[in-house]
């Protein structure tokens, strides 16, 4: 009758922990970047203009490039 399903509670618990993760993953990400714009800044504006354009072409770059794949 076709093949094994595994079951409903653990899909149900893993549904319910899904945001959780999501939640820590993003909460980690915010940390590491909040800590890496402290550091960039304390080295002066010559290297914080750079990050910044460097972050902005990477930006512009990336929503091109989805621009260019999403076939609209």
Do not use: E
Not at 19 to 33: K, R, S
Not at 49 to 71: H, P, R
């Amino acid at each position: 009758m076709g093949g094994m399903t595994p079951p409903a509670a653990a899909d149900a618990l893993l549904d319910m922990l899904f945001p959780f993760w999501q939640l820590v993953i993003g909460c980690c990400v915010v940390l590491a970047t909040v800590a890496a714009a402290v550091r960039l800044a304390r080295r002066g504006p010559s290297r914080m203009g750079t990050a910044l354009l460097v972050v902005g072409t990477a930006i512009v770059a990336l929503t091109v490039i989805g621009v260019l794949t999403s076939g609209r």
